[in-house]
């Protein structure tokens, strides 16, 4: 907005009697001190925090800048405020956030009217003292700024009840402020404070105090005399007591010592009757005091990441607890009953906790003993001869290939119990690694199988070891160098250790003499024995139910069977169901798949079943030299066992196939036929030119899995243009209507590790389409940990000339630069436009930091809630009318680009 235009403005505002004006994310540098002519003002918005709004990475109301976590505000860019502002007698909301002021005006103190003062992320260092002579100022914010010291005369404002400086460099509390006569809530988080002054125990009103993130060792006693307090915040602090004065705390209703170094605690803090919520996580409690089922309030007790032990089952006696999260514990309970470990799950529900130790304590719970053993790796490699060798002693030097995959199971002695591990055996072809990703579970041992006689890159050891992170999370591996009699295992040990520490041993062996098959066997039993699962402590009845899934001669069975199944061997609740259905889904015992909308209403699944039936049409050389890649019914009927794939359950197996993104139904045919890109040719086709300018874009791997080009067909198939892709391939377009405006070539090297996009056709709506094909990539991309990938972009005019890390040109832009010099060329490319081929400049500045899979918490102001600020997997890209971070106006399926695109 010009300042013709603020003047405009002002004008028709002090004509119409406006009581509130907006002029926020206007991009001013300087307020007209005509703006003191609004007498009638009662909100003026000069910048404000976008809280509904989400920032670069999906969270709402943050983004990630410098490596800090800061509010997404809507200000402009004001160094000062016009002395005119005191003239705005009925103001009573002004909110000034993201402008760089410095200071709040002096002048603003005389706004006798005024209730609410924001001004979040406005870079001040001080507070004016003359904030203390605003006569109705109810709530004032300040978060986010560079304070140091909360000026004494504040205590003075006789209707201040919220004083919000988090996230500030405040030292010291001043005692004074206890003075504040209606001063309810404080909020001090996030600062360099060391004590708590005993004298905000005389503070009349207060209610909440957060003084979380902060270096704070004590809590004084004296606090306890706070009578009205009802929430007390100490997270993350250094505190190792929590006082038995506490108790004392009448009104205490919601108590967080979270991250602090508190060992123990005391039974006194029962007598805090009005108790509801206790938050001590990752301390270093070890014992959970019986005296605590006095707090018959307590309604959140979360104690995860101690080191607690035993749970005393009268904690079950609790009237009014609703959450309990133990989780993280050196416990020997499941986590199908405590939940998950992933902080972003909820923990295991009350009732089944206690249920569990109600059982335990009747002795109706045994161990698991039970753990899953998977081998990996390429294919001839000698996964299958292993196996040969490690449960039964013996080798076959013509041992056939594994098609697609082959379970057993495998009874080993650890710590004095017998244990019995499920071994699954991959195939190492080409076409079975796309499907393996989904058998991979965590809370497994992995053996990644080598040959010795080929290199570290032939192996694809890092591409396996991708494969397991990805997928298997921290599980152990141990890296298995076989046929060693031949030559020995020559790999970089300390930098693959060093990079993925999760590698527990590096054996080498030779099933033809079974040489270091025993050392193999030991290394195995020690992992087992690490794996803490294993020993979990479930009830006899889950036990009965999975004995009798197992003794049956069936290969699926309906989930009311499963109920029904559960019901006769009391386990009647639906959570306890799905836990228990849960658990021998990552054994690997049964596939079920609760989350789809098909998939989850039939079956509870041997996954032998399923495994045998996709490989074989995976394996059909009809499907791959003949058909390729289309399946129709015919084959399905050809190819499986009417026996054990009979016609109706078809269907099941494609729906299966789909939800794995292994194919997808070919539109407009009378008769369901399906494309398994994986089975496509290698061959690209003739007609894969485009014409005219491109927009290209590249994606470089350091592991490039083998599932992401035929996933992105998949995802992608609605748009395929003339029913071309090939194996590593495939040509879109994008229409509207029947008329075609862009057509795209991605194009994968599978050696080099690249991929490539090349967009073609109108210039108005090219940006548009490859924004969308990225999307779909960002998807793919998400579904792996740690995936190294890089974004480039090609040289304008030099399509010869190495090409542009994108990021590195996004953070030059960031950093001011408005050229990138190219010396081999003797040029200087202009970032700004070049970038605007790509992304318009708002979803520039918004992605410029962008980082992906971050979980923090984060302190509101509003009292006692703690926004849990976590980044989804997956893309930010927003479409719909209005404002879009891609750039485009994008109406259902149409684009519409509104700046000029680059091409080259």
């Not at 066992?641 to 016609?647: K, M």
């Not at 269907?651 to 008769?671: D, G, I, K, S, V």
Request: net charge negative; aromatic share 6%.
């Amino acid at each position: 907005m010009t300042q013709d235009e603020l003047l405009a403005l002002i004008d028709q505002a002090a004509e119409e009697g406006w009581t509130e004006l907006d002029l926020s994310g206007q991009g001013l540098t300087e307020l007209s001190p005509e703006i003191g002519k609004l007498t009638q003002l009662e909100t003026l918005i000069l910048g404000q925090w976008e809280k509904k709004k989400r920032g670069p990475q999906g969270v709402e109301g943050f983004e990630r800048i410098n490596n800090e976590w800061l509010p997404l505000v809507s200000g402009n860019a004001l160094t000062s405020l016009p002395a005119a502002l005191g003239n705005l007698r009925h103001l009573k909301q002004l909110d000034i956030s993201g402008n760089p002021l410095v200071t709040v005006p002096a002048c603003i103190g005389k706004l006798t009217q005024l209730e609410n003062l924001t001004a979040i992320r406005a870079s001040l260092i001080e507070i004016p003292e003359t904030l203390g002579q605003c006569p109705s100022l109810q709530s004032l914010d300040l978060r986010f700024n560079q304070i140091t010291t909360i000026p004494e005369a504040l205590a003075q404002s006789p209707s201040l009840q919220l004083l919000n400086l988090g996230n500030n460099q405040i030292t010291i509390i001043p005692e004074v402020l206890a003075q504040s006569p209606s001063l309810q809530l404080l909020h001090l988080f996030n600062n360099q404070i060391t004590t708590i002054p005993e004298a905000l125990a005389q503070s009349p009103s207060l209610q909440l105090l957060n003084l979380s993130d902060n270096q704070i060792t004590t809590i004084p006693d004296a606090l306890a005399q706070c009578s009205s307090l009802q929430s007390l915040y100490l997270r993350n602090n250094q505190i190792t007591t929590i006082p038995d004065a506490l108790a004392q705390c009448s009104s205490l209703r919601s108590l967080d010592l979270s991250d602090n170094q508190i060992t123990t605690i005391p039974d006194a803090l029962a007598q805090c009757s009005s108790l509801q919520s206790l938050y001590l996580s990752d301390n270093q409690i070890t014992t959970i005091p019986d005296a605590l089922v006095q707090c018959s309030s307590l309604r959140s007790l979360n104690l995860r990441d101690n080191q607690i032990t035993t749970i005393p089952e009268a904690l079950g006696t609790l009237p009014q607890l609703q959450h309990l999260d133990l989780r993280r514990n050196p416990l020997p309970i499941s986590p199908e009953i405590l939940g998950p470990p992933e902080l972003h799950e909820p923990p295991g529900k009350v009732s089944a906790i206690f249920n569990y130790l109600r059982q335990l304590h009747s002795g109706k719970v045994k161990p698991l003993n039970e753990a899953k053993l998977l081998l990996v790796g390429q294919g001839s490699v000698g996964k299958t001869s292993l196996v040969q060798r490690l449960l039964r002693d013996r080798f076959n030097s013509r041992e056939p290939q594994t098609d697609g995959l082959n379970v057993e199971s495998w009874n080993i002695h650890v710590n004095a119990k017998d244990v019995r591990l499920n071994v699954w055996d991959f195939g190492g072809q080409e076409i079975y690694h796309a499907t393996h990703q989904f058998f991979l579970t965590k809370r497994s041992l992995y053996l990644l199988v080598c040959n010795c006689r080929t290199s570290e890159e032939e192996n694809r050891i890092e591409y396996w070891l991708k494969l397991i992170q990805s997928f298997g999370g921290a599980s152990p591996v141990i890296i298995v160098g076989n046929k060693k009699d031949e030559q020995p295992l020559d790999i970089n040990r300390k930098a693959l250790r060093e990079k993925y520490p999760n590698i527990q041993a590096i054996l080498e062996t030779s099933c033809e003499t079974g040489e270091g098959i025993d050392a193999l066997k030991a290394a195995i039993t020690q992992e087992v024995g690490k794996l803490h699962d294993v020993y979990n402590l479930l009830p006899l009845s889950w036990f009965e139910v999975k004995e009798q899934l197992e003794a049956m001669q069936r290969d699926f069975i309906t989930y009311n069977e499963y109920i029904g199944i559960c019901y006769r061997n009391d386990i009647p609740e639906e959570h306890n169901q799905e836990q228990l259905i849960g658990l021998l889904h990552n054994l690997g015992l049964v596939l079920n798949f609760r989350e789809h909308p098909i998939l989850q209403s039939t079956n509870v699944l041997n996954p032998d079943w399923v495994t045998q039936g996709i490989y074989a049409l995976l394996s059909d050389e009809t499907l791959k030299t003949q058909s390729k890649g289309i399946l129709m019914d015919d084959d399905l009927s050809r190819v499986l066992s009417p026996e054990r794939y009979p016609a109706d359950r078809h269907r099941y197996l494609t729906e299966l196939m789909q939800e794995f993104q292994l194919c997808f139904a070919l539109p407009n045919c009378p008769n369901p036929k399906f494309l398994i890109p994986g089975l496509l040719p290698k061959d690209e086709p003739d007609d894969t030119s485009l014409r005219g300018d491109t927009l290209e874009f590249q994606y470089h791997y350091r592991i490039l899995p083998e599932s992401i080009v035929s996933r992105f067909i998949v995802l992608s198939h609605e748009k395929i243009h003339n029913q071309t892709c090939w194996r590593s391939g495939v040509m879109l377009a994008y229409r509207e209507g029947d008329e075609v405006f862009n057509i795209a070539r991605i194009r994968a090297d599978t050696e080099d590790k690249d991929i490539f996009i090349a967009v073609s056709g109108r210039e108005n709506t090219r940006r548009g389409f490859l924004s969308l094909i990225r999307d779909t990539f960002t998807k793919i991309h998400n579904s792996f940990a740690n995936l190294e990938v890089t974004e480039w972009v090609p040289v304008p005019g030099h399509p010869n000339h190495p090409p542009l890390d994108y990021q590195e040109l996004l953070g030059l832009e960031a950093m001011g630069e408005l050229e990138y010099p190219i010396g081999k060329l003797r040029i200087k490319v202009n970032l700004r436009q070049l970038l605007d081929g790509y992304e318009p400049l708002e979803a520039r500045q918004r992605q410029q930091l962008k980082e992906r899979g971050l979980d923090i918490e984060y302190r509101d102001g509003a009292p006692g809630v703690h926004i849990h600020v976590q980044q989804e997997n997956r893309a930010t890209h927003q479409y719909g009318e209005g404002n879009n971070i891609a750039g485009d106006k994008v109406m259902g399926d149409k684009i519409g680009t509104q700046t000029t695109t680059h091409t080259n």
